[in-house]
């Protein structure tokens, strides 16, 4: 009985992730998708997203890690859709490693086109890694990496495209950092920081 319960559970769940996901990416179409902007601490979102990530790898020999300064400043920015996405880099990050170390790192970097600060986020397994020729499929909606009928790991093919449209909502980018076949993925995104102040001289007398 519990085993049926269990995969009765898990049935449920994946049906409510692949509903939740219709429904994100239909507002997302529509352009009603709304975002609720607060100050969020970025690093709050990270330990956050890995205490619920521990129960992807528990069954795994894989150990999370994550690298965060001390001093980051605190960003403008919808803290349910930022850790969202976060969680669905986990999520992938787990679903295809089956040891070594998933880790996230977190940075201020500059936006290349615009000059202006940034925070960067970064999710790094020890998968199976992506191969060139299937990268360009990775954010876009209903399409796998894996696309044959013996694929092992299933999903949707709409969460990397749900998380780009969250983190183009928010003015960040993202996108795949870098990948090794046989060694691993970096995937990241970023947020936009305030630009600084520019520095006013006093007027002469």
Known sequence: QKQDLTAIYNSGQHLLGLINDILDLSKIEAGK?????????????????????????????????????????????????????????????????EEGDITVE???????????????VTVTDSGPGIEEKDRHKLFQPFSQVDDSPTRKTGGSGLVLSICKSCIEMHKGRIGLLG?????????SFTLPLPMPEPETLPEQI
Do not use: Y
């Not at 980051?72 to 295809?96: C, E, G, H, Y």
């Not at 977190?106 to 615009?114: E, Q, V, Y």
């Open 33 to 97: 998708m709304e975002l609720q902007f607060s100050d969020i601490n970025i690093s709050d979102i990270i330990v956050s997203a890995l205490s619920t990530a521990v129960g992807l790898t528990k069954d795994k020999p894989v150990k999370l890690k994550q690298i965060i300064p001390p001093d980051l400043p605190t960003v403008r920015a919808d803290a349910t859709r930022v850790r969202q996405v976060l969680i669905n880099f986990l999520s992938n990050a787990a679903k295809f490693t």
């Open 179 to 187: 990948s090794d076949v046989g060694r691993g993925s970096c995937f």
């Open 106 to 120: 977190a940075s201020i970097t500059t936006n290349p086109d615009t000059k202006g600060p940034e925070i960067m």
